[in-house]
């Protein structure tokens, strides 16, 4: 299942070519364009869904994401600690309307966010 319209949905294709950092049968992961931490990773189902909501109806990518964030993280040695975000909606900011999981480490982070 794509999206004509979504950027990400061309990562996955390959009709907009992206360096693939990591990937599993259900997700990719990619640098993210503008990055927010000296790690800043993005891990998306090959499936397109607009969100993590919509991801949670489909437990074998929402898994496989998980899998590849948590792989990400060990690839980069985020042992000291790291953030896994999904924005989700306006008020979170959300950006880009295929579901993406900010894997984001390498220095201390803030909390509450912004
Ligand atoms: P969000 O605001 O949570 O929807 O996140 C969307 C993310 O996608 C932002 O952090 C952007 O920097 C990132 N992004 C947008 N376009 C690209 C691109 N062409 N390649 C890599 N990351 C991108
Ligand atoms: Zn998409």
Redesign the pocket.
């Known amino acids: 299942m794509s999206n004509n319209d979504c ?1 990400f949905c061309k990562f996955v294709s390959g009709e907009i070519s992206v360096t693939k950092l990591a990937e599993n049968d259900g997700a990719i992961a ?1 640098a ?3 990055p927010q931490a000296p790690v800043h990773v ?1 891990v998306i189902p090959k499936m397109h869904v607009a969100d993590v909501t919509e991801l949670s109806a489909h437990p074998d990518e929402l898994e496989q994401v998980m899998e590849l964030a948590a792989r990400v993280a060990k690839q980069h040695d985020l042992s000291g600690g790291y953030r896994l975000v999904f ?1 989700t909606g306006a008020d979170a ?4 309307f295929h579901a ?1 999981a ?1 894997v984001l480490g390498g220095r201390s982070l803030q909390w509450p966010p912004g």
């Open positions: 950027l990619f993210d364009i503008n993005l924005n900011g959300q950006s880009v993406h900010h």
